[in-house]
Nanobody, 124 residues
Framework: HLTESGGGLVQPGGPLRLSCVGPGSSLDSLVISWFRQAPGKEREAVSCISGRSGTTRYVNSVKGRFTISKTIGDNTVYLQMDSLRPEDAGIYYC???????????????????WGQGTQVTVSS
């Protein structure tokens, strides 16, 4: 079971940090991904991290603006989002898998445990 938090309303250009909490130390052996879904759109990948190696992946639209992080032994994954844009708005979900994507493209079907999501609104 995963629990996201940290969403809210932020002005364009502002920062926001999301958290994803998992049970115990299980996240150390998993790949944790953030996805987002805007109204009327399909859920899309944002960023992921290997809990074991710390290897990260980012989709092109967030590279240089978002940072995913996790500390070994910590059951929380963070997504630091800077320079937010209106198109970054949506419900952000975290999810887990045993497999790290080979490149910067991956899909929700590759992940099997999901949180309930946290809403991010980017508006002035």
């Amino acid at each position: 079971h995963l629990t996201e938090s940290g969403g809210g309303l932020v002005q364009p250009g502002g920062p926001l940090r999301l958290s994803c909490v998992g049970p115990g130390s299980s996240l150390d052996s998993l790949v944790i991904s953030w996805f987002r879904q805007a109204p009327g759109k399909e859920r899309e990948a944002v960023s992921c991290i290997s809990g074991r190696s710390g290897t990260t992946r980012y989709v092109n639209s967030v590279k240089g603006r978002f940072t995913i992080s996790k500390t070994i032994g910590d059951n929380t994954v963070y997504l630091q989002m800077d320079s937010l844009r209106p198109e970054d708005a949506g419900i952000y979900y975290c999810a887990t898998s045993y497999y790290l994507p080979l490149n910067d493209i991956w899909y929700e079907g590759d992940f099997d445990t999901w949180g309930q999501g946290t809403q991010v609104t980017v508006s002035s």
